[in-house]
Every structure is written in C-alpha cells, then in structure tokens.
Nanobody, 121 residues
Framework: QVQLVESGGGLVQPGESLRLSCVVS????????MAWYRQAPGKQRELVAA???????NYVDSLKGRFTISRDNAKNTVYLRMNSLKPEDTAVYYC???????????????WGQGTQVTVSS
C-alpha cells in the first residue's frame, strides 16, 4: 500500500526557514511527477511547486526565489525548502505524487495527510 508521509512542519517566526519532507512508502514501482500544495484557512488548495522524475521544476510565480523543490529518487522523497517565511505562508502543506504501484498498473494520484506550517511572531 503506497502512502505519502510528510514531515517538517511547525511554528516559525517571520524570516525563518523550514524544510518539508515527503516520503513515499510501500515500495512503489515508479514515481512520476511530485508536487507540494498548500491550503490556508478559508482558502482553496493551491499548487506551490512541482518536480518531474527527471528533475524539471515548476513554481507558482509569487513563490519563486523563496521556495525550492527537490527530490531524491533513491529515497523516494521530495523536499520543499522554504526561506524568508511570511505570515501569509501559514497553511497546511500537502505532498502529491503520480505513482505506479507495479509495472502493470496505471499511474494513480496520491496525497499525503498534510503538515501544518505556521509563521507567526
């Protein structure tokens, strides 16, 4: 059973940094695109950044330069480095991935359970 497990969230002060991690457990056959989304209170879930299996990245324009997505394919892990955090970055951050559980299976889309990031002084 494939699962995505996020970690690294917490309470930080404005200007500080955090690194989120998301591990894909369950020995997937292959992991294609991976991404981070976030959902602030009262708002819709939005894409933060995405990364392909080959390492190509895509960011929402407003976060370029502060957030960096990366992945370690050997560890089935995707990371989100967040610098110069602002109160408006407060949200639940979700990991997302397209995963094939076996050679014969279609790729399915999976979500993690989310990790809370709170930026406050």
């Amino acid at each position: 059973q494939v699962q995505l497990v996020e970690s690294g969230g917490g309470l930080v002060q404005p200007g500080e940094s955090l690194r989120l991690s998301c591990v894909v457990s369950g020995s997937p056959f292959s992991i294609n695109d991976m991404a981070w989304y976030r959902q602030a209170p009262g708002k819709q879930r939005e894409l933060v950044a995405a990364i392909s299996s080959g390492g190509g990245t895509n960011y929402v324009d407003s976060l370029k330069g502060r957030f960096t997505i990366s992945r370690d394919n050997a560890k089935n892990t995707v990371y989100l480095r967040m610098n110069s955090l602002k109160p408006e970055d407060t949200a639940v951050y979700y990991c997302n991935a397209d995963i094939k559980e076996s050679y014969w299976a279609y790729a399915l889309n999976y979500w993690g359970q989310g990790t809370q990031v709170t930026v406050s002084s």
